[in-house]
């Protein structure tokens, strides 16, 4: 056999097995949303990091599922924490037929994305958006949370206010989204079962940074305590400008929306920071099964932007794919049943869902800041 045609064989044959192998090969795309531009980047893009570095890790794995090896794919959106922009990246995932999603950060923009995933049969898993009804909405389905909801977080931090800090008076700022007013109204009904007085209410958005008018109104109504219903680069200023009308020595209460490494930055160190209780809805860092070790590698792979719910994340991509190998498939519409039956040991915790998608016995953590950095109080 001449050489010439020994090597158009061979050439052929390399061809084959390389069309062969793409046909073998599955790309699985992810969907993950968060807001990466605006006031809450910073959480937003942590939350990314943490998808980012499950995709890699799964794509380590070599996974095969359903007799195919599988490519995942990361398909990462901004809502900018923008209901409207949020239902908009909504569609555009489902357009792309994503086989799942993972998000959004905030509960304002995950509701109403939640159900056009509903519609197109895609399930989603948030980490972070806590408001309980979410997983409450009729006719929404596919839809699961990974940590504890606002009435964990409310309740939690309205309790330690009465039984630990025998506090009197409390008032109460929200900024008029869906998490802010529904974790103020769940701490604003514990308190007052407890015995608290409830002094005063104000509102905000979740877009100011001038609070001092509401602040000295306030200030008026004598209280030892304020709860404050939204996000870190909110509780920033307003924990600075509490420091110049004097309200130094007033407790400052919020959920997991204030609860990040950057509250001291935003704050500008302001005596106040030390006067701050927040909730996050699940264990330290310290008490994950995984948490130290998982921190690390997510330190030298994005050093210094670590927040807060990045490993929540993590496992929320984790536990997809895990159903999606129960399932041997990742038709949505196969694998969705599966991860009601999930049992998955993951960074943040041992995960399992209710039947109505919320996690299986939530952890509850306080936190405090001292000399500039968040500690664990429970």
């Known amino acids: 056999m001449p050489l010439k045609f020994n090597v158009i064989v061979a050439a052929a044959a390399v061809l084959m097995a390389a069309g062969a192998s793409a046909q073998d090969m599955q790309v699985v795309k992810i969907g993950h949303v968060a807001p990466v531009s605006g006031s809450q980047a910073n959480q937003g893009k942590d939350n990314e990091n943490g998808a ?62 939640s159900a056009i995933y509903s519609n197109c049969g895609i ?6 958006a806590t408001n309980p009804s979410l997983t409450q909405q009729p006719g929404v389905k596919g839809v699961f949370r990974l940590l504890a909801n606002d009435d964990a977080l409310g309740a939690g931090l309205a309790l330690h206010a009465a039984n630990n800090l025998k506090l009197k008076k409390v008032a109460i700022i929200d900024d008029r989204t869906a998490y802010g007013r529904g974790v103020a109204e769940v701490f604003k009904k514990t308190a007052a079962a407890r015995g608290i007085q409830i002094v005063d209410e104000q509102a905000t958005t979740d877009k100011a940074t001038d609070f001092m008018s509401i602040l000295t109104a306030i200030k008026s109504k004598g209280p030892d305590g ?24 007033v407790k400052f209460f919020g959920g997991d929306g204030i609860c990040t490494a950057k509250l001291p930055e935003l704050a500008a160190s302001a005596k106040t920071l030390g006067n701050v209780v927040c909730a996050e809805g699940g264990a330290s860092l310290e ?75 939530p952890a509850m953590t306080l936190y405090v800041y001292k000399d500039g950095k968040k500690v664990p109080l429970n």
């Not at 399930?123 to 972070?128: D, L």
């Open 123 to 128: 399930p989603m898993i948030t980490p972070s």
């Open 226 to 249: 304020v709860f404050y219903g939204g996000m870190a680069p909110q509780a920033g200023p307003m924990l600075r400008q509490m420091e110049q009308l004097g309200l130094s020595n």
């Open 52 to 113: 980012r570095m499950a995709i890699e890790d799964l794509n380590a794995q070599g996974i095969t599922i359903g007799g195919k090896k599988i490519k995942f794919e990361l398909l990462a959106e901004d809502d900018a924490a923008d209901p409207k922009q949020g239902t908009a990246v909504a569609q555009k995932l489902c357009d792309a037929k994503v086989n799942g999603v993972i998000g959004h950060l905030n509960s304002g923009t995950t509701i109403p994305a």
């Open 287 to 361: 008490k994950m099964p995984s948490g130290k070790a998982w921190r690390a590698r997510y330190d030298a792979k994005f050093p210094g932007q670590f927040e807060i719910y990045s490993p929540y994340v993590y496992d929320a991509t984790m536990v997809l794919v895990d159903a999606m190998k129960r399932a041997n498939s990742t038709d949505p519409k196969v694998y969705a049943a599966k991860l009601f039956e999930t049992a998955y040991k993951g960074v943040t915790a041992n995960v399992g869902f209710e039947k109505d998608g919320e996690l299986k016995n």
